[in-house]
Nanobody, 119 residues
Framework: QVQLVESGGGLVQAGGSLRLSCVAS????????VGWFRRAPGQERYFVAR?????????RYADSVKGRFTISRDNAKNTVYLQMNSLKPEDTAVYYC???????????WGQGTQVTVSS
């Protein structure tokens, strides 16, 4: 099992930036692809970004964040980052990271970090 802890959320004005961190402990972190997801108030949890295992050479983004968000990983620090630029009020949500425990299936969810973007 991998334990994941998110941090870096906060309150920011529209157009601003935040960098979220997802720190892992437990099983060998670099073996796992990692995804970021978000849940806005009253909505379901939606996919935001994914980075492949090992060198993180393959990334994928939701259309709504493409060109604004960047996912990266530092295996030496057991950390996956989500750099969020040009933030919009509609990006307001609780952001979660999760390990892809089986292809297409995510588990070991973190507790989430709140991102609030004011207009």
């Amino acid at each position: 099992q991998v334990q994941l802890v998110e941090s870096g959320g906060g309150l920011v004005q529209a157009g601003g930036s935040l960098r979220l961190s997802c720190v892992a402990s437990g099983r060998t972190f670099e073996n796992y692809a990692v995804g970021w997801f978000r849940r806005a108030p009253g909505q379901e949890r939606y996919f935001v970004a994914r980075i492949s295992a090992w060198d993180g050479g393959v990334t994928r983004y939701a259309d709504s964040v493409k060109g604004r968000f960047t996912i990266s990983r530092d295996n030496a620090k057991n950390t996956v980052y989500l750099q969020m630029n040009s933030l919009k009020p509609e990006d307001t949500a609780v952001y979660y990271c999760a390990a892809e425990v089986v292809a297409g299936v995510y588990g070991d969810w973190g507790q989430g970090t709140q991102v609030t973007v004011s207009s």
